[in-house]
């Protein structure tokens, strides 16, 4: 297949990938060691990976542990590198990398259009099998980084065109009809409620400073820890899976976060996602600019108020009321506003 095809995104992709193995390792100039293949219940789209190893003078005489991943689509291949690629010889000294350190890449192997990547391999399993508070300080803390560092390697580009929130709360209104929700009643007060401010909640929200790239896809269960050299360190909590990274406002990492737990929020640990990743930034150096806490309570109304909409999705009944106690609680704030 000439490289300016690409195959069908299909779990046939992981035997591809599979099959691949002769040519990475020969890409590679005999630096990738023989990779063990493994499918895990988290990869996006049928992709292959393995662990390995990687030998390379430049660190150290015993082969490093590897991850392999083929193929890899163009955002969190373009982003893993643009963050993660490092001299050999600077690799240790970038210990503190929010993202996978990257040892090997390409964006095509043996004829076939199929991006690739040879990173660092973490050892241990996501933060989400561990979920207390300091997992969620070391996320968020995680997010702060990741955001300073995207924002120097790359100009921040336009924001994605906005969901049409107007036609989806509307059309949320009508799913109350459908008499699934119990609280349908007190649903549809308050999305009138929304639907009455939402001009001006509109003009202000799509006037918001578009001032980060955000992860896009931030919870635990894509952070890992990377060891410190020795003991008396603390471990660098590392962001995985790049593949929704977009411009947009820092609160949006923080309240993707939040609102995955709400109805659930004794589940955060005490944390507050917007406060933390705000006092993350500040400790960084980075400015928080005005206001963003009107600017995240418009964001939290717009995604509540269309959880009828997605009740195949969100269908948990404390999650719903859970997203009903959020329009009840910010309402009134932004009502003020």
Known sequence: MPADHHPQHTSDQH??????????VEACRGKLGP???FRSVWQRGGAATGFATWSEPALGPEPRDAMVKIPVGPAEHGWTVLLGGVEPERFDENRGLPTPRVLACGESIAGYDLAWLVIERLPGKPLNTRPD??????????AARFQRDATHARPIGPTPPPPDWTTHIAKAREHLRDGVITESQKWNEALKRVQKLLPRLLERWNARPINAWCHGDLHLGNAMLRPAPTPDQPPTCVLIDLALVHPGHWVEDALYLERQFWGHEQALCGIKPVATLARARRELGIDNGEDHATIANIRRVLAAACVPLLLDREGNARYVHGALEVLDRVLPQLARC
């Open 15 to 24: 035997t591809l990938g599979e099959s691949l193995a002769p040519a990475l």
């Open 35 to 37: 990779i063990e293949w």
């Open 133 to 142: 508070s300091d997992a969620f300080e070391r996320l968020l803390h995680a």
